[in-house]
């Protein structure tokens, strides 16, 4: 496993390390939050077993485990001796921002104690000196906002920007109501319509026949084009702003003909650009006298 799908995430308290989690997460990590530092050789041994079903893990360890966080080190220098690779990133933010972040959350610090949060603070870096030293990635999350941070996060870990969305495509009939988690929806009711052609009508959109019957018409080649060219114009801008998932809704009347047929294409197109896209046609199921 190369070094950097092995990552030990640490810092500061309130520095966003579940928030990496949750971003990790995103780009296909297998997270585990808070795992003792004793587990971490033994859960290493776990995941060189698991035969490449398990390609990216993060582990989030921190002075929330107590006595047990002390054991890091010796932790770190026995995946070393087993000659399993990883990297550490290391969180932290000024002091400021973590007492306004601790005062929003209305929660204690997990070594303050008895005393205010800036004393948990000082006694908490003084715990993490040692493992920030060793850090192959420090990030100051003090002025980053969500999306920037993901854009910081992505670029250290050389994350290909098309891999860092999922792209659901989702075809259904406005008899049956829009998709609830529709991002985008593109309404293609004003394509040629073979329901009402008697040979194509008990037909499906995905096959080649319905497919060749739309083709024919000039409106569905230049559509087609268009709305390829307004996605590949948006995607990366939703990109850019961190979003992990984005749903496309196309409808048609009864979701079996035109819509269906329309996500497949667009759905081609997609992953030819490598963008990571997947199809589902909602309504294909739905009872046949359904016009299209």
Not at 114 to 141: F, H, R, V, Y
Request: charged share 25%; proline share 3%.
């Amino acid at each position: 496993m190369e070094s950097k799908n092995f990552i030990i995430v640490t810092g500061l308290s309130g520095a966003g390390k579940s928030l990496t989690a949750k971003v990790l997460e995103d780009f296909g990590y297998f997270c585990v939050d808070n795992l003792p530092p004793l587990l971490i050789p033994k859960f290493a041994e776990i995941v060189a077993q698991a035969n490449g079903n398990i390609n990216k893990v993060a582990l989030v360890s921190d002075v929330r485990g107590g006595q047990f966080f002390d054991h890091l080190a010796k932790a770190l220098q026995t995946l070393e001796e087993m000659g399993f690779g990883y990297e550490i990133l290391f969180l932290e933010a000024s002091d400021e921002v973590l007492v306004r972040r601790y005062k929003e959350s209305r929660r204690r610090h997990p070594l303050s104690l008895e005393g205010g949060i800036l004393e948990g603070l000082e006694l908490e870096k003084k715990k993490l000196q040692e493992i920030k030293s060793k850090a192959n990635k420090i990030i100051d999350t003090s002025s980053l906002g969500i999306s920037e941070f993901k854009n910081v996060l992505a670029k250290w870990l050389e994350q290909d920007e098309k891999d860092r969305m999922l792209i659901n495509i989702i075809s259904f009939g406005y008899k049956h109501g829009l998709p609830l988690d529709a991002d985008l929806v593109f309404d293609v009711r004003f394509l040629p319509n073979p329901y009402w052609i008697d040979e194509l009508r008990n037909h499906i959109g995905s096959e080649q026949i319905i497919k060749d019957y739309l083709v024919k018409y000039p409106i569905t080649n230049t559509f087609m084009n268009k709305l390829n060219n307004f996605l590949l114009f948006l995607i990366p801008y939703y990109i850019k702003e961190g979003k992990a998932q984005l749903s496309i809704a196309i409808g048609c009347t009864g979701g079996k003909h035109r819509s269906v047929s329309v996500a497949d294409w667009l759905g081609v197109s997609l992953r030819q650009r490598g963008y990571n896209s997947v199809v589902e046609h909602r309504d294909v199921a739905s009872r046949s006298d359904d016009n299209g």
